[in-house]
């Protein structure tokens, strides 16, 4: 999973980059939108896998890792046409979006905070992006778009209505994530990766002193910000990667000072989880416990195939416990004698927390 961190310079992305990866990155690097973007891989923390590698003590012990990319995306960018091409890839590449606003006075800025304004202004910018993109498909296809096959125009034509019934949605100012769209205009969509579609937390960044007002600014700002997929946390990215670069014992200290329950690094994860409809699952066993990351819905073949693509051609069954389970029974012997340990079959609807063996012929 990428999630590509974005907001207006000095809302403090690399500031929280730094938090959730644990990185050096120099802050205020991207003020003028030249810096190369910083990327970082972060291992998803899970108490329930750290459960399983002290039942299992396996050789290895692999968590699911989310990789954050702090872009830099100059005010008015995309009315000026000045977005870089790979920064834009990164941005429309993205599973989802950390959206950094700036709720903390002083910083270099020269307006008051309001992160509420700049969560629009940068909306808008997507906005804009998005609706180039859609004038020129469809100048394309009102020209080219008439030729080829009786298969090609017709599909051309449903690209072409669906593209025109887009376009007053982000005029109106409304994110392409608002509308209501078919599984069929989904698959026609996924080329074009749209910015205004994309699931987005908003983090709104805090300095210390507004800390205790944390819980009120994500009420409110989920009233304001109503739309589908999208969710606001409020943090201090400042005292978050400050605990980064902390030892464990110390961090803890810490955060009970400052009233923090926990770092910010695993409730993200967890808010953007939720927002992209993603659980774990995990397989366990003397060589290696890992937990592996699956959208809600999938199935026992579809929890194979994330683990590798023969599994999911021979399919045979799948052995699954639920970790509760598994961790009352102390073994995956004494979970079968439980008879908690079942056996399903390719439709079975994996659950977050389901810990599976998988079944399969050997292909030949």
Not at 44 to 64: C, E, G, M
Not at 174 to 193: N, V
Not at 207 to 219: K, N, Q
Request: hydrophobic share 45%; net charge negative.
């Amino acid at each position: 999973m990428q999630v590509t961190i974005v907001g207006l310079p000095g809302s403090g992305k690399t500031t929280l980059f730094n938090a959730l990866s644990g990185a050096h990155a120099e802050t205020g690097a991207f003020s003028g939108g030249r810096a190369a973007p910083n990327i970082g891989v972060v291992k998803v923390p899970d108490a329930r896998l750290d459960a399983l590698s002290a039942l299992f003590h396996p050789r290895k012990t692999t968590p699911a890792d989310v990789t954050y990319v702090d872009v830099a995306i100059p005010a008015g960018a995309a009315r000026e046409g000045t977005i870089a091409p790979d920064v834009l890839a990164l941005v429309r590449n993205a599973d989802a979006l950390l959206h950094v606003a700036r709720g903390f006075e002083g910083g270099g800025a020269e307006r008051a905070a309001d992160p509420w304004r700049d969560v629009a202004e940068l909306d808008l910018e997507f906005t804009i992006a998005d609706l180039e993109v859609i004038a020129k498909r469809l100048d394309k296809l009102r020209t080219s778009g008439r030729h080829g096959s009786p298969a090609e125009r017709e599909q051309n034509a449903l690209e072409e209505e669906l593209l025109a019934r887009l376009e007053p949605q982000l005029s109106g100012g409304k994110p392409l994530r608002a509308m209501q769209i078919s599984d069929d205009d989904e698959r026609r969509l996924r080329g074009y990766r749209f910015l205004t579609q994309k699931p987005v937390l908003v983090v709104v960044n805090l300095d210390e002193a507004r800390l205790g007002e944390a819980t009120a600014l994500e009420e409110g700002g989920r009233a304001q910000y109503a739309q589908p997929f999208t969710d606001v946390a409020a943090l201090s990215g400042k005292i978050e990667a400050e605990l980064a670069q902390l030892p464990d014992e110390d961090a803890a200290l810490f955060m009970e000072d400052l009233g923090i329950a926990e770092p910010s690094r695993g409730r993200v994860i967890r808010l953007t989880y939720d927002l992209l409809g993603l659980f774990s699952f995990f397989t366990a066993g003397e060589d290696e416990c890992r937990a592996w990351t699956l959208r809600r819905g999938a199935s026992a073949v579809d929890a194979a195939g994330a683990i590798h693509s023969d599994l999911a051609r021979g399919f045979i069954r799948a052995e699954v416990v639920t970790y509760p389970d598994l961790m009352a029974a102390g073994s995956i012997a004494e979970a079968r004698k439980r008879g908690v340990l079942r056996s399903e079959g390719k439709a079975y609807q994996v659950r977050d927390g389901d810990v599976i063996e998988v079944l399969f012929n050997v292909a030949r």
